[in-house]
């Protein structure tokens, strides 16, 4: 499953770091801006204990993790939405992307240059959200001329469309999100998906700071993390055994970059389901809610149309009762058919019709 979140935000904010921190996959990070022209894309291994816990109960010859994809994408300036700077290929690659991680600079530094002169997060945070609302307010505005048009015929999807279009509209001149914006029913779900808004896009906030300062800025109950981007560089440099310790020593469970990727694959509606066996251990990717049959789809496509029924057991009972043998002695491991809806940390065996 390709899903991707773009990294997004104004030009020496930290946007190419952290991408090098997340990626190992060193980007140029210069001190001018534009610096990323073309997009940068890092496939990102989402850590996950239970996966090195279920290989060696199964006693795997391989371990393979699931992953996400980033995109480090060219840094916005005020007036993008009317192609100022590199404002068109930035809105392009956006469009290309599943959800948005923003990254707000809350940090002084003479040796780095802000493109406004000044450190002001809030101000940042605005001026990236009102030049995507433009954008997509240019897009709402071009398919409301259209409808209005069709709406002439009297066609009660068509006048549907241009009232739904129309309240669009005006919350986007409003200078709110789209993903804010209340649907009503699937028909008008089936249009604003049809429209690729921008700011409907899930959306995760990274202020990047040296120190603890919070930034006085209403996220309206997205998802916030405040990292050290400079300093989890650092951290992801060093080996596997040297991350761990150098994070014991900070008095953190994990990482800022962990944290971070486990977010995104949140924000993107993702679970893990497991496949563990001698021959290898591996961690699945799908969506919230899928079911069996969609789920081994993942594995390959003929599985779903062949997909006769799975044995489920959850990992911990697995990890606990010693793998499949323990687990089916002990009456855990359940058969269930096409409507089941795996859920995250299912350990799943699919039969199939050969």
Not at 47 to 76: C, H, Q, W, Y
Not at 103 to 132: M, Q, W, Y
Not at 144 to 152: G, I, S, V, Y
Not at 300 to 315: L, Y
Request: with cysteine.
């Amino acid at each position: 499953m390709s899903l991707s979140i773009g990294i997004v935000g104004l030009p020496n904010v930290g946007k190419s770091t952290l991408f090098n921190a997340l990626t190992n996959k060193k980007a140029e990070a210069s001190n001018y801006p534009f610096c990323t022209i073309d997009p940068n894309v890092g496939i990102v291994k989402v850590p996950d204990a239970r996966l090195e816990k279920l290989a060696n109960i199964s006693k795997s010859k391989k371990t393979i993790p699931t992953t996400i994809e980033f995109v480090d994408i060219a840094g916005l300036v005020s007036g993008a939405s009317e192609g100022e700077g590199l404002g068109n290929k930035f809105l392009a690659n956006i469009r290309e992307c599943d959800a948005i991680c923003m990254v707000i600079r809350n940090f002084e530094d003479a040796n780095i240059n802000h493109v406004n002169g000044k450190i002001d997060p809030k101000e940042d945070k605005e001026t990236i959200e009102i030049e995507l609302i433009l954008a997509d307010l240019k897009t709402v505005e071009k398919r409301l001329e259209k409808a209005t048009k069709e709406a002439r015929s009297n066609d009660k999807l068509a006048i549907k469309n241009k009232e739904m279009l129309t309240r669009l509209e005006k919350h986007l001149t409003d200078n709110q999100p789209a993903r804010s914006f209340s649907l009503l029913d699937d028909d008008e779900k089936s249009l604003i998906r049809d429209l690729h808004l921008l700011t409907i896009k899930p959306i995760l906030y990274v202020i990047n700071t040296h120190d603890n300062n919070d930034a006085q800025i209403d996220f309206q109950n997205a998802k916030v993390l405040k990292l050290n981007i400079k300093q989890e560089e650092e951290i992801s440099s060093l080996s596997e055994e040297e991350q761990k310790e150098y994070i014991e020593e900070l008095g953190l469970e994990s990482s800022g970059l962990d944290k971070l990727i486990k977010a995104s694959y949140e924000l993107l509606g993702l679970i893990t389901y497991f496949t563990s066996g001698e021959p290898e251990t591996r961690a699945w990717t799908v969506r919230e809610g899928s079911k069996a049959p969609q789920a081994a789809a993942v594995i390959h496509t003929d599985f779903e149309k062949a997909f006769i029924r799975a044995e489920v057991v959850n990992v911990d009972t697995f990890i606990d009762l010693g793998g499949w043998t323990g687990a089916k002695e002990a009456g855990k491991c359940a058969t269930e058919g096409k409507d089941y809806i795996v859920k995250d940390g299912d350990v799943c065996y699919f039969l199939i019709n050969k």
